[in-house]
């Protein structure tokens, strides 16, 4: 076993050079993640994202993945969801690490998940993509937050919600290399009330700033589902990244909904949330890299997930026409999986696993019909049937 002086095994860089040579000569293009939300122990005993070293770990990984699979890789994900990673895992601490610092770990790991991006990108851009011709970014989750009603205050703290997803990573690299300027004002003055200094928010160096900014070459989101939000000030005794916000949110009753408590069906979102990108950093093209639906008994015959999809889809189309620049989308997932947390209880794939099965077996599902001929039709067609699909699929 090879492994750097940090400890990364390299040892299976056969297997994956081996799944290269497969999805290439099966004329699949791959795109590669270098992190999703898997860090080693080693490192994570050293502070994880909390130390600013991290950085420099990083851009040692993104060197050695550049190195050994650049020459086959020509799309590559630094981070997926740097959101999940700094909230989740050093805030709520739902997920691992299970840190628990929602007003104070969250925004010090945001803060090094997007320099050790930016390191990442930096070097993909001066020493490897000039010969293998390539592009990287890095993909943020962002849902659709709708005001719930026709107040002033409701829209701004939609904005607001928006910002504070999305804009929180997506302004510093395709923006004006700052965090939002709501969120640098929320954070601050609570901050400060609270008896914090400097700020919960970390400020960016003018070094750091000139590294992050335009530090992607395309912007790959996740998206989901949307909900509704009303403004709501928080008592100022909580730290928390949530009560930074002074937002509430729900759902409406009248939307669908799927196997995870988070995930409505809103297609509308899909078309909101590209064109709010657009408008809001720069018109980057977009690569969709994750769009999905979950439920819990991974049923063959899985319509709502057809649903979702024609009508997420179709949405995706009514921003390209309104000249959002994707060029890219990719359904979650291709098989139901470990969904972190949650295990194997929600189903998110367009072919079944039996998991009961030693070689596990796998299933197509209707939804996975449907997607396919989707892409042989290279979109939707005006004559398509609608088969057993119920009136308004």
């Not at 050695?64 to 086959?72: A, Q, R, S, V, W």
């Not at 901050?191 to 970390?202: C, F, H, I, V």
């Not at 009753?253 to 809001?280: E, Q, V």
Request: aromatic content about 14%.
């Amino acid at each position: 076993m090879v492994q750097s002086h940090h400890g990364f095994d390299v040892g299976c860089f056969e297997c994956c050079n081996q799944s290269l040579v497969v999805v290439n000569a099966a004329n699949i293009e791959p795109m590669v993640t270098l992190y999703h939300w898997d860090l080693p122990q080693s490192l994570e005993d050293m502070g994880g994202w909390l130390n600013s070293s991290i950085a420099d770990w990083f851009e040692e990984y993104a060197r050695l993945c550049y190195t050994e699979f650049g020459n086959d890789v020509k799309i590559w994900i630094t981070i997926n969801e740097p959101w999940v990673v700094a909230y989740q895992g050093y805030g709520s601490g739902i997920n691992a690490p299970g840190r628990y610092g929602p007003g104070t770990f969250t925004y010090q790991a945001g803060h090094n998940l997007i320099l050790a991006h930016a390191r990442a990108y930096r070097l993909y851009e001066s020493e490897f993509k000039p010969t293998q011709q390539g592009k990287a970014g890095i993909t943020l989750n962002i849902n659709w937050y709708d005001p719930k009603d026709d107040q002033v205050s409701s829209q701004e703290a939609a904005e607001r919600a928006m910002q504070f997803l999305g804009g929180w990573f997506a302004n510093p690299i395709f923006g004006n290399g700052e965090y939002p300027a709501v969120m640098r004002q929320k954070v601050d003055e609570k901050s400060a009330a609270q008896g914090y200094n400097p700020s919960r928010l970390p400020v960016f160096t003018a070094e750091q700033k000139l590294l992050v900014q335009g530090s992607s070459d395309f912007f790959g989101l996740n998206y989901y589902t949307g909900s509704l939000t009303i403004n709501k000030i928080q008592d100022i005794s909580i730290v928390d990244y949530s009560a930074d916000q002074d937002i509430e949110t729900s759902y409406d009753p009248s939307w669908y909904g799927s196997g995870s408590s988070w995930l409505k069906i809103t297609p509308f979102g899909m078309r909101n949330t590209l064109k709010w990108i657009r408008d809001r950093f720069n018109d980057p093209d977009i690569i969709i890299t994750e769009n999905g639906f979950s439920d819990n008994a991974g049923n063959l015959d899985d319509l709502m997930r057809v649903y979702y999809y024609k009508h997420n889809i179709n949405n995706v189309l009514k921003a390209i026409k309104d000249g959002v620049k994707v060029i890219g989308y990719a359904a979650w997932s291709l098989m139901d999986n470990f969904e972190w947390g949650s295990g194997y209880t929600q189903k998110f794939g367009i072919f079944n696993v039996d998991f009961a099965t030693a070689d596990l077996n796998r299933t197509a599902k209707a939804s996975g019909r449907y997607y396919a001929q989707l892409i042989r039709d290279n979109g939707f067609t005006a004559d398509q049937p609608c088969n057993n699909y119920p009136i308004g699929y």
